[in-house]
T-cell receptor, first 118, second 112 residues
């Protein structure tokens, strides 16, 4: 079974600064995906970024980027130029790749509450 | 596209009552799933379906039933609600082209 661990229950950052959220996971699979989801107070789950395990290049989406260290099973999220609208709960999630019976099942970490201060 | 929709947004039940949480998607996704979110525990998988007529259990299935008669709909039934089922429930579907799950807006359920 897969496990996902987010060791930072809460983080805070000043507007316009950079913050990094940590995530580690444990799996014996070689084909999988990793995701970061954002959950603002509206509770809507919003996909921030995804990473395929077979790709060595780190994914980037505008101000959001990841540091994917496959050997270390680490998947951190960096938010640059933080904005007040980034205030939310952030979840790291693992999903096994296609071809197995566990495809599609997301395993989530406990979440990190990020607060951006003006 | 409306994406993934859920009804109701909020619900209060008494212990022992039954109800159905509705979920629908208009993206023709075969894979759909139900998660519950409890404080400090992230989201956990309740049930999932890989297509019409096919369902299976997730991590926390006890007390819940599902069925999938159409590609679009995937309702979640609570047969006899218990206070331990107080939670926020999310429905999701997968876009197999991008291997990405899309979530509905959630239902906050309180069982008294």
């Amino acid at each position: 079974a897969q496990t996902v661990t987010q060791s930072q229950p809460e983080m805070s950052v000043q507007e316009a600064e950079t913050v990094t959220l940590s995530c580690t996971y444990d799996t014996s699979e070689s084909n999988y995906y990793l995701f970061w989801y954002k959950q603002p107070p509206s509770r809507q789950m919003i996909l921030v970024i995804r990473q395929e395990a077979y790709k060595q290049q780190n994914a980037t989406e505008n101000r959001f980027s990841v540091n994917f260290q496959k050997a270390a099973k680490s998947f951190s999220l960096k938010i640059s130029d933080s904005q007040l609208g980034d205030t939310a709960m952030y979840f790291c999630a693992f999903m096994k790749g296609a071809g197995g019976t566990s495809y599609g099942k997301l395993t989530f970490g406990q979440g990190t509450i990020l607060t951006v201060h003006p | 596209n409306a994406g993934v929709t859920q009804t109701p947004k909020f619900q209060v039940l008494k212990t022992g009552q039954s109800m159905t949480l509705q979920c629908a998607q208009d993206m023709n996704h075969e894979y759909m799933s139900w998660y519950r979110q409890d404080p400090g525990m992230g989201l956990r998988l309740i049930h999932y379906s890989v297509g019409a007529g096919i369902t299976d259990q997730g991590e926390v299935p006890n007390g819940y039933n599902v069925s999938r008669s159409t590609t679009e709909d995937f309702p979640l039934r609570l047969l006899s609600a218990a206070p331990s089922q107080t939670s926020v429930y999310f429905c999701a579907s997968i876009d197999w082209n991008s291997d990405t799950q899309y979530f509905g807006p959630g239902t906050r359920l309180t069982v008294l």
